[in-house]
């Protein structure tokens, strides 16, 4: 088995974790909004994942089980937000929605 | 009987009490019956222990009647302690009975006015205050009395409050007072940290041990506590507010302005002479401040106009005598002068109230004029008075403590000479304004005419106390004149007696009879002017010094402008300047910054998502970078 070293695993984890911060800054659609922070969620996963290979250790692997559910609660609130989003206000544009200025 | 001292000062509380509380709701009459009544019971009762206490003196001639711990702070335990002894006897004896029947005139003539319940209410809560003033065994209980008639005068003087120059009249004599009033508490501060009491009995036992005669803190004390005499007794150089104060209706005028609150002071010096023995320096202070004040006050008198401010000045001269009495150490005669100058003075003020009365608020008595038929009783018991305090010889009560003034004055151990001309002149000038004031309210043209006669409760207090003016001097006379010595002799077991340098019934006597031709002088020139020929007064103010001289008399000797220019102009001067107040300034600007604050952070409250995330980032950038880097 070819091990990879834990370097390489490193930066893909982190240049995921950048792409999808860029994702969540640039884009105005709410759906590529919460792809981002999915991307980030999976990015931060990968890294305990490495980290477990590592060590070999199954905490890494246990803590990815857990963000899963995690994120998968996050899609569901999420899409019920955007649904309800689109709904009321019948555009997806991030900006537009900020009724909640201060 | 004398465990139901405590009942004394209660019942006017007690009225007060229910005036204040239901007073609204009461009846004229039931609030005159409860105001009067409460005031009156009080006479009673002082009669009943006056003679028990005369007829069987209790131990060392004092009954104290502790009712209740008041504060209890380590050392510090001032009693609620109600002390009786001939000085305070003769003390609750005037405040009681001379209060008793300025209450019964007071039924009828504030009757018309608006708050009449209000006024009996003030008026039971002066009788309440003063009574626990002159009874209160410490010096704190006493302080409490002094306050609180300090306050009584400032709610009576403003009685009249929708006239703002009554509500200023007020002010005036509150902030004046006040001045003295700090010079006494410091003085109780003082004595407190020296003998870590404020009982008074205790503080006269141990000062002459602790202290030596002319010792710093002896003298200190004693002019703190005379300043604060001087306060209330609007003697030199706080007098200006007496005066002022006859803006409240005439009844408090006579009660508190004239026979009881003003003559606090005198009180405060003889309950604690020990503490003036202690310091000779500040004993011939009293002296000459009394002096002054009498000559003073004398002078001014001789020009005012008002009816109610010639008695407010005689009343500044008639408290001059005392203090000039108990800076020669005459205290007797000084307590003595205190009571027959209660009555006459409270009698004269009742009577020029019912001229006032029927005249219809009329002050000036160059206005009035030929009252003397219409009112006979009025005149009559006017003129009594007048007479006593121009102290006629031989028939008034005036007459007899005066003289006892002037005696001491020239014979006792400190006595001075010029002390005791002065005082001659004094009595002189006095019995030319008092005289100037009858003849010109009573005599030649009738000026005004008078709408309706006065009634009972009117008349009954003037007769009485007319009665007492007459008969009160005959409890101590003279060695030329039979020698009695009642009071004095009763007094002395509360103050020690005058020690005299030269007892000579001869030197008496030739001091009577120079005393006796000089108020008889007084008396013929005011009636060779005011009666005889009016027109040598207006030669005399019309032009030159005269005039200049009537001028600076007449405006009390320029005190006023002097305070106002000195005092009172820089303070409203610098309220002017300061009217947004700069130490506020700090608070608005926090105030200010904090909400400058608010406004710019409340702008980065976009409501965009992206923002937020972006500010999300920012800020664990920044986190990450401080906790990594430094």
Redesign the interface.
Known sequence: MISIPMEFGLILAGTLFVLG?IG?????N?IF?LMSIEIMINAAGAAFIFAGAKWGEPDGQIMFLFILAMSAAEVAVGLGLILQIYHKFQTLD??T?????? | MLELLWLIPALPFAGFLILALFGSRLSRQSAAVIGVGSVGLSAILTLGIAIRFISSPPADHAFSQMLWQWISVDAFQPAITLYLDALSLVFIFVITFVGFFIHLYSSLFMYEEEGYSRFFAYMNLFVGSMLTLVLGNNLLLLYLGWEGVGLCSYLLIGFWYKDSENGYAARKAFVVTRVGDTAMAIGLFLLFTSFGTLDIQKLLQQAPQEWTINSTQAVLAAALLLGGAVGKSAQLPLQTWLPDAMAGPTPVSALIHAATMVTAGVYLIARTHVLFTLAPAVQTAVAVVGALTLLMAGFTALTQRDIKRVLAYSTISQIGYMFLGLGVGAWSAAVFHFMTHAFFKALLFLGAGVIIFVLHHEHDMFKMGGLRKKLPVTFWTFLIGSASLAALPLITAGFYSKDMILWYTFAGEQGNDWLWAAGLAGAFITSIYTFRMVFVTFYGEAQAEITHKPGMQLKVPLIVLAVFSLIAGFIELPHTLGHLTLFSHFMHSALPPTEVLHESVSLELLLQVIAAIAVLLGIYIAYHIFIRNRSIANNLTASGPGALLHRFWYSGWGFDKVYDTLFVNPLVWFAKINRNDFIDLIYTGIAGTSREFHRQLTRTQTGRLRWYATGIVIGAIITITVVVYL
Not at chain 1, 97 to 102: D, H, L, N, Y
Request: aromatic letters at 0%; hydrophobic letters at 50%.
């Open positions: 911060l969540l800054m640039v884009r105005r709410i909004v991030g900006d929605v900020s009724k909640m200025r201060g």
